[in-house]
């Protein structure tokens, strides 16, 4: 499968503000219902799209989805040392320090914990149809982002789709 790159931040503006304006523009119950049973088939076809995360990586929907649970858990249960298996060194953490590999990672998170706010994003977040853009694939509202760089691997024989971490955040110092 070849990697597909798109621009996609005018598009989606496009497509919100049409929705809301389709919406809005819908002057029976009867039209606004037939606007609503619209979006949610369109919802329900994101979700078979095995295709969904393309744009960043060819895993299929349901491995990145996996994957992305499995991160989300480790998250939550501030299992930094699953995490530091999964980012992709150097990793820059707020503010203005750069990790270099897991030992860093490890000691930079030795005084932190998940803030409050930040921790109800992500126990929110179903790790389904996740927001993906050409820069990679979020969950939460920013905590973590994630991107694919398998394709960069010049050996064919070595281009096996991997995700890892790219960006971690949501911390407050104990």
Do not use: H
């Not at 949610?40 to 799209?49: A, K, P, Q, Y």
């Not at 993906?132 to 994630?146: D, P, R, Y």
Request: glycine share 6%; hydrophobic share 40%.
């Amino acid at each position: 499968m070849t990697r597909k790159y798109y621009f996609i931040g005018a598009a989606a503006a496009l497509s919100l503000a049409a929705m809301a304006g389709g919406f809005a523009a819908a002057s029976t119950e009867t039209e606004k219902e037939a606007f609503m049973e619209t979006e949610m088939e369109s919802e329900s076809e994101t979700d078979e799209d095995p295709f969904y995360y393309e744009m960043v990586t060819d895993m299929p929907k349901e491995e990145v989805e996996e994957f992305a649970a499995k991160v989300k858990e480790a998250y939550l249960g501030e299992d930094w040392e699953a995490i530091s298996e999964w980012i992709n060194y150097p990793i820059n953490m707020y503010p203005d320090v750069k990790v270099e590999n897991a030992d860093d990672f490890l000691a930079y998170m030795e005084d932190k914990v998940i803030a409050d706010a930040d921790r109800k994003e992500m126990e929110d977040d179903s790790c389904r149809n996740m927001f993906v853009n050409g820069e990679g694939i979020c969950f939460g509202t920013g905590q973590i982002w994630m991107a694919d760089f398998s394709g960069l691997e010049e050996d064919e024989a070595k281009r096996e789709p991997k995700l890892e971490i790219i960006a971690v955040s949501g911390f407050d110092t104990k």
